[in-house]
T-cell receptor, first 113, second 118 residues
Framework: GNSVTQMEGPVTLSEEAFLTINCTYT??????LFWYVQYPGEGLQLLLK?????DKGSNKGFEATYRKETTSFHLEKGSVQVSDSAVYFC????????????FGKGTTLSVSS | GAVVSQHPSRVICKSGTSVKIECRSL??????MFWYRQFPKKSLMLMAT?????????EQGVEKDKFLINHASLTLSTLTVTSAHPEDSSFYIC??????????????FGEGSRLTVL
């Protein structure tokens, strides 16, 4: 079945450090891929998405490229801020009508000043 | 656009009582909504798929008699936790599928509801 695997956290960085959170997936067909972010005490917000191979999603300085050959969708940011501290979830949708997203386990990011 | 709202955001109840959580799509019609449960420091577990006008589809291991889901209109789905016990304490999150996200599978999430059962 479809699944998403994220790197284990927590990830602790200093402000302005480079961030990478690894995400790989298993899916039949050609899923859409997403990164969602959850700030403390809040629900999930879409951070970025990519719907086909080689697409790059980007938002708020974060980027992720849909790599079909490595079945990966790693999240990167060149210079993190304290306000980026949150839990990040990688997810996929297999495009079947009305199906839910499949989430990775989430990676907690803590950025200190 | 594509705003999903949950209510209440926090609820504390006594063991044995029932609690209803509402999920509304504010600016679009959602024929399909999903209910997730999030345990501390763990991922989101899909509980059920709620389809407007029909019975919800529950994931394996989720007690449908305990977690009652009703999707009576295109903008409202409710989750009722019946005879709640402390182990039901959790963060419950709803999400909705909007037509604009239909082809990509993107979901729009509510703010979540934290249930604490004493």
């Amino acid at each position: 079945g479809n699944s998403v695997t994220q790197m284990e956290g927590p990830v602790t960085l200093s402000e302005e450090a480079f961030l990478t959170i690894n995400c790989t997936y298993t899916a039949t067909g050609y899923p859409s891929l997403f990164w969602y972010v959850q700030y403390p005490g809040e629900g999930l917000q879409l951070l970025l998405k990519a719907t086909k191979a080689d697409d790059k999603g980007s938002n708020k300085g974060f980027e992720a490229t849909y790599r079909k050959e490595t079945t990966s969708f790693h999240l990167e940011k060149g210079s993190v801020q304290v306000s980026d501290s949150a839990v990040y979830f990688c997810a996929l949708s297999d495009h079947q009508a009305g199906t839910a997203l499949i989430f990775g386990k989430g990676t907690t990011l803590s950025v200190s000043s | 656009g594509a705003v999903v709202s949950q209510h209440p955001s926090r609820v504390i109840c006594k063991s044995g009582t029932s609690v209803k959580i509402e999920c509304r799509s504010l600016d679009f019609q959602a024929t399909t909504m999903f209910w997730y449960r999030q345990f501390p420091k763990k991922s989101l577990m899909l509980m059920a798929t709620s389809n407007e006008g029909s019975k919800a589809t529950y994931e394996q291991g989720v007690e449908k008699d305990k977690f009652l889901i009703n999707h009576a209109s295109l903008t409202l789905s409710t989750l009722t936790v019946t005879s709640a016990h402390p182990e039901d304490s959790s963060f419950y999150i709803c999400s909705a599928l909007n037509a604009q996200g239909y082809n990509t599978g993107e979901l729009f999430f509510g703010e979540g509801s934290r249930l604490t059962v004493l």
